[in-house]
């Protein structure tokens, strides 16, 4: 048996003998099975809350009686978007940011019901997930396992005994790592067992391998720098406490800092503000109601032109359906702009963030494991992208069947029999399409986590650059 393998079983024996350690271990290992277990539950319960409301507000669309197509564009659709599987092992921004949305006419609406509501789409500390176990708790295992690896041989003298007897720093390096990083092994191992019917699932295999991969890297992170510190420090006490410090600034202090800087360098408006800014903006567009503004009355001459008809009334399709028409494009292109603006602004927050992982590690997985779980912003984002092509669809269609379907004369009616002449089968909008939201391919999901993961992979490398420069000091008198 070699002389690493050796150092590694000593180590683990001593750990071993630790009751606290081993106390420790297995509390880890049952708060995240109990993470896994609860997150699980959890997600079933939502994803089936959602399947069912969804079911209920199509069936309340369908089941509306022969109207007027504009009130139906004011009744309005619920849509709901369904919870991604890894969610159940990292739930991210899903919580903050809401999980469904009102259509209708003429309003973008954002998204709502989230379960805790919060201004900013940047991540809160502290859900008790899978992820944030092995985020924050795993290390600070990692931390009160390790400090002594080396520190307590320096400080009881065995090291220089070691030394004497033939052993190689490049051995006791070795050794002492291998046994932390089988420790952390075994704190990972309650989370793989929870991804692997995950994993089951179609398409999720490759996702749950970098998940895994990037948590087993980040872990061995750790490892080099808990065992750097107890390298560099001749007393565990010493290595104690600047461990934990470590912990402190790279587990919490920085990952909490770095949302709340982004917010500051790159203030998001508020809906208050974004809702003021566009009804502003929406009396600059133009009236419909209004026979005198310049871009309805040039819309009237080109409607004419198109059909060369002198009146509005000569018109073979309904004009009021025509102005609600293009009343919904313009509002639509308006609140596109507005929804790209913030877009952009939440990107800007975001990059400055990932700028924070190059002095914390837990930044950089973080974003990795909210990209392949797809819960972070950029999902999100999706979701009101396509819940909006979806809206702006719906109302246009409904726009379009008030100008086919319902004569002008009869929407400017105004005697008894008017609004039963105003109506239109239900049948029209049973037809239309259900809302069915795509998620992102396996390719755009790995795509979108290719620099967070090179970061981590950067800092596994300096960890053992680290641990190297630190392991030639080792048994130096000083």
């Known amino acids: 048996m070699s002389a690493v393998w050796l150092v590694a079983r000593e180590e683990l024996r001593f750990m071993a003998r630790n009751r606290s350690a081993a106390i420790g271990v297995v509390l880890l290992m049952l708060l995240t099975l109990v993470a896994a277990l609860t997150a699980a539950h959890h997600q079933r319960e ?69 379960d805790v509501r919060q201004s900013s789409l940047l991540v809160r500390f502290g859900q008790l997930t899978p992820a944030f176990v092995l985020q924050v708790l795993a290390p600070l295992m990692l931390v009160f396992l390790g400090y002594g690896a080396v520190a307590r041989e320096q400080e009881t003298g065995t090291l220089r005994v070691l030394l004497l007897q033939g052993a190689t720093r490049r051995q006791l390096l070795g050794g002492k790592y291998l046994a932390l990083a089988a420790v952390a092994g075994v704190c990972l191992l309650p ?68 949302p709340d800087v982004a917010s500051a360098a790159y203030r998001l408006p508020t809906r208050l503000e974004t809702d003021v800014a566009i009804q502003r903006d929406l009396r600059t567009l133009g009236d419909s109601h209004n026979p005198d503004d310049p871009h309805f009355a040039q819309f009237k001459q080109q409607v004419l032109a198109r059909y060369r008809v002198q009146r509005v009334e000569d018109l073979p399709v309904n004009y009021k359906g025509l102005l609600a028409l293009e009343g919904e494009r313009l509002t639509a292109s308006l609140f596109e702009r507005y929804a ?90 049973q037809r239309i399409p259900v809302f069915r939201f795509t998620p992102a391919s396996n390719a755009e999901v790995v795509r979108a986590a290719a620099v967070p993961l090179g970061l981590i992979a950067a800092w596994m490398l300096a960890a053992w ?11 130096v008198a000083r």
């Open 46 to 114: 939502v994803t089936e809350f959602r399947t069912r409301q969804q079911q209920a507000a199509q069936q309340a669309f369908d089941a509306q009686p022969d109207r007027h197509p504009h009130r139906v564009v004011h009744y309005g659709h619920f849509i709901y978007r369904p919870l991604p599987a890894l969610a159940a092992f990292d739930s991210g921004v899903d919580a903050f940011t809401g999980n469904s949305m009102f259509l209708e006419g003429h309003r973008q609406n954002t998204a709502n019901f989230g």
């Open 191 to 258: 989370a793989l067992v929870g991804l692997i019917p995950i994993a089951l699932l179609p398409g999720q295999a490759v996702l749950v391998a970098l998940l895994v991969l990037a948590y087993g890297v980040y872990l061995l992170v750790w490892c080099g720098l808990v065992l750097m510190v107890s390298m560099l420090c001749r007393r565990g006490r010493d290595a104690l406490l600047v461990s934990l410090a470590l912990w402190v600034w790279l587990a919490l202090l920085v990952p909490r800092v770095a």
């Open 340 to 429: 790209a603006r913030d877009a952009g602004i939440q990107q800007q927050q975001n990059l400055l963030v990932r700028m924070f992982a190059a002095l914390s590690p837990t930044v950089a997985l973080r974003e990795v494991s909210m990209t392949l779980a797809e819960t972070d912003l950029r999902a999100h984002e999706r979701f009101l992208a396509q819940a909006e092509r979806y809206r702006y669809m719906l109302v246009q269609r409904l726009n379009q069947l008030q100008a086919d379907a319902v004569s002008m004369a009869d929407d400017t009616a105004q005697d008894a029999g008017a609004d039963q002449r105003k109506r239109i089968s239900a049948a029209h909008w």
């Open 465 to 475: 650059c680290m641990l190297l420069a630190a392991g030639r000091r080792v048994g």
